[in-house]
């Protein structure tokens, strides 16, 4: 992730809505209150759900079809699923049709907002209020940019996953396996350099970075190993976010644990003197990184302030990796639901096309619907207006900015599915902005909604519209296919991504580009996918071109073979992958009562 060029406001992946409390316009409800009553002052998202009253986790288990037996519980609300367990109770009950996957993606983000998570948790919630059966399917949230930028990945207002503040912490520990694992595997190559260096790997042809869950500047580049020979080997190093990780998209990409174990053995870390990958299968501790995942491996089960369970698992960012989350918990839900609504980070150039052309490239996951969120104030932004004048209403603007919309619906064609827009309602939003926006869709051929998730969610009314849209959109014939071939070259796929999907001219590939390129064809790794690392605000790897620009050329300065992922990263522009704080975090407005909960959390 790139450090923000822009206000951070929206800057991590699931920034909530935020708006003004009004009648049917946002959180503002008294207790008990349906949702979407107004009140004096507008309520924060986790004065909302410290409000919820929640189900124990075994009730919201039993509806689902999941056998206590299971279960491994933390604490009354949370759950991990063990899939053996869970398998073994399915195979005696009747065969059922996987469910089918509703995708919800966004255009690009701004500082204004844009609720992806939001919408994803409100749609399911109304789908769910029209008697289909649902489960959702989230990324965890990564405290880094929690601590740093106002805004986590548990949805808001009266659409939200509930508990919001443990969710948004620690939640049940997976984070923290990942990045044990990760530097469990970095202390033993260093411990194997020291002892003799059996492999001969080459300390200065690393590829392989220690993590931590954190945005944390200064710990992008160090030396380490100083302070005489007991000490180590001296070499240079870094230190990436944890979201950033290889074990962490092996983790949401295995299929169960052999497979985990499998890509664990396949993450190439370095090279030796001769130039020849080392794996940690050559340093044979893929079993030791298993068993530190092995609990962390089950999904999450939570539940929406309306009740409907989620599945709240994994969580790689869409501008450094592949930003879906796992495949073990969306195939979990498929067992268990005829509908599942999950998203992918960022705009539908990034967390999208990657969930097409990755994640549906694992298993059978490829979406029978999509849902592209958009917002008033949004567009506007891109239609060049600043974030303190959003609240003025400017259909000029928002007709100027309509064409970063437009790109994301086309794209999404290409994949073979018709999208629907959800338009993501804010307090400020006017009737007449509203209806110019869907009297453009309808212009453009495009299903499309109003949706008022944020203050009329929870089982209310404000989704009902949009999730009878996406039902219809579920039961439509489509033919689902991938961007591209993975016979094609590795510098032919990233060409493909970057003029399809972004409308660039071209591709500049750096010096040390072209040179991993020669490496990839010599390692026999150009069959891999690409996973573009790229700036998140913009279609273009400059996050100040905003809207749909045009005349462009992506520059790719380096590639990263993740063959325990089975991807291959190309860093574009100035993305990092270890992100830093702004000048104000958020962490400085948190706290905790006298009770000990959270003050302050969104």
């Given at each position: 992730m790139s450090e923000p060029t822009i206000p951070a406001a929206a800057s991590t992946e699931a920034a909530a809505t935020k708006g003004t409390a009004v009648p049917g316009s946002g959180p503002g409800a008294a207790p008990g209150a349906a949702p979407g009553a107004a009140r004096g002052a507008a309520r924060s998202d986790l004065e909302i759900a410290q409000e919820a009253t929640m189900r124990p986790i075994e009730e919201i288990a039993a509806a689902a079809g999941i056998n206590a037996d299971a279960l491994e519980f933390?604490?009354?609300?949370?759950?991990?699923?063990?899939?053996?367990?869970?398998?073994?109770?399915?195979?005696?009950?009747?065969?059922?049709?996987?469910?089918?996957?509703?995708?919800?993606?966004?255009?690009?983000?701004?500082?204004?907002?844009?609720?992806?998570?939001?919408?994803?948790?409100?749609?399911?919630?109304?789908?769910?209020?029209?008697?289909?059966?649902?489960?959702?399917?989230?990324?965890?949230?990564?405290?880094?940019?929690?601590?740093?930028?106002?805004?986590?990945?548990?949805?808001?207002?009266?659409?939200?996953?509930?508990?919001m503040d443990?969710?948004?912490?620690?939640?049940?520990?997976?984070?923290?396996?990942?990045?044990?694992?990760?530097?469990?595997?970095?202390?033993?190559?260093?411990?194997?350099?020291?002892?003799?260096?059996e492999l001969n790997i080459d300390p200065r042809r690393m590829t392989f970075k220690r993590v931590l869950d954190m945005n944390d500047r200064s710990l992008r580049e160090v030396v380490i190993g100083l302070g005489g020979p007991a000490q180590g080997i001296p070499r240079q190093d870094g230190f990436d976010i944890t979201v950033a990780s290889e074990i962490m998209a092996v983790f949401c990409l295995a299929?169960?644990?052999?497979?985990?174990?499998?890509?664990?053995?396949?993450?190439?870390?370095?090279?030796?003197?001769?130039?020849q990958p080392v794996t940690v299968a050559d340093l044979g501790v893929q079993g030791a990184l298993t068993m530190l995942l092995k609990d962390a491996i089950k999904p999450n089960?939570?539940?929406?302030?309306?009740?409907?369970?989620?599945?709240?698992?994994?969580?790689?960012?869409?501008?450094?990796?592949?930003?879906?989350?796992?495949?073990?918990a969306t195939q979990t839900a498929r067992s268990l639901a005829d509908i599942v609504v999950t998203e992918a980070g960022f705009g539908a150039d990034l967390g999208a096309e990657k969930f097409m052309d990755i994640k549906a490239r694992v298993a059978d996951v490829a979406p029978c619907a999509v849902v592209v969120v958009a917002t008033i104030r949004a567009l506007k932004m891109h239609g060049g207006i600043a974030k303190d004048q959003l609240k003025v209403p400017n259909v000029e603007a928002l007709a100027a900015g309509v064409v970063n919309l437009q790109r994301h619906v086309r794209n999404v064609e290409k994949f073979g599915i018709t999208p629907v827009v959800a338009i993501n309602k804010f307090a400020t939003d006017t009737q007449e902005e509203l209806d110019w926006l869907l009297d453009w869709c309808a212009a453009e051929g495009i299903q499309a909604a109003v949706a008022d998730v944020w203050g009329r969610g929870g089982g209310g009314d404000g989704g009902d519209e949009l999730a009878a849209k996406v039902a219809?959109?579920?039961?439509?014939?489509?033919?689902?296919?991938?961007?591209?071939?993975?016979?094609?070259?590795?510098?032919?796929?990233?060409?493909?991504?970057?003029?399809?999907?972004?409308?660039?001219?071209?591709?500049?590939?750096?010096?040390?580009?072209?040179?991993?390129?020669?490496?990839?064809?010599?390692?026999?790794?150009?069959?891999?996918?690409?996973?573009?690392?790229?700036?998140?605000?913009?279609?273009?790897?400059?996050?100040?071109?905003?809207?749909?620009?045009?005349?462009?050329?992506?520059?790719?300065?380096?590639?990263?073979?993740?063959?325990?992922?089975?991807?291959?990263?190309?860093?574009?522009?100035?993305?990092?992958?270890?992100?830093?704080?702004?000048?104000?975090?958020?962490?400085?407005?948190?706290?905790?009562?006298?009770?000990?909960?959270?003050?302050?959390?969104?």
């Open positions: 933390y604490g009354r609300f949370k759950a991990k699923i063990n899939p053996a367990k869970l398998a073994a109770s399915l195979a005696g009950r009747p065969a059922r049709v996987p469910g089918k996957v509703v995708l919800v993606s966004a255009m690009s983000p701004t500082p204004a907002g844009e609720g992806k998570s939001t919408t994803t948790v409100g749609l399911a919630d109304s789908l769910a209020r029209a008697g289909h059966k649902v489960m959702i399917a989230l990324r965890e949230p990564s405290l880094g940019p929690i601590l740093g930028m106002k805004g986590g990945a548990t949805g808001g207002g009266y659409s939200q996953v509930l508990p443990e969710i948004n912490l620690h939640f049940t520990g997976d984070f923290h396996a990942i990045t044990s694992a990760n530097n469990a595997l970095m202390a033993l190559v260093d411990n194997h350099i020291f002892q003799g260096n299929t169960d644990l052999d497979d985990l174990r499998d890509r664990l053995g396949r993450i190439t870390f370095g090279y030796t003197y001769e130039r089960l939570v539940q929406t302030i309306a009740g409907t369970p989620a599945l709240v698992h994994g969580g790689p960012f869409a501008n450094i990796a592949h930003g879906c989350n796992s495949l073990i219809a959109a579920i039961d439509a014939p489509h033919t689902f296919r991938h961007l591209y071939p993975l016979e094609m070259s590795v510098e032919d796929k990233i060409s493909t991504i970057v003029q399809e999907i972004y409308g660039a001219d071209g591709v500049d590939f750096s010096v040390p580009a072209l040179k991993r390129l020669a490496e990839i064809e010599k390692n026999g790794w150009s069959g891999f996918p690409v996973c573009m690392a790229k700036t998140q605000y913009s279609f273009s790897d400059d996050a100040t071109r905003l809207g749909a620009p045009k005349g462009f050329t992506v520059h790719v300065r380096d590639l990263i073979p993740k063959t325990g992922a089975g991807f291959i990263v190309a860093l574009t522009g100035a993305v990092m992958t270890m992100p830093g704080l702004p000048k104000v975090p958020a962490a400085m407005r948190m706290d905790v009562d006298a009770e000990g909960n959270p003050v302050g959390l969104f």
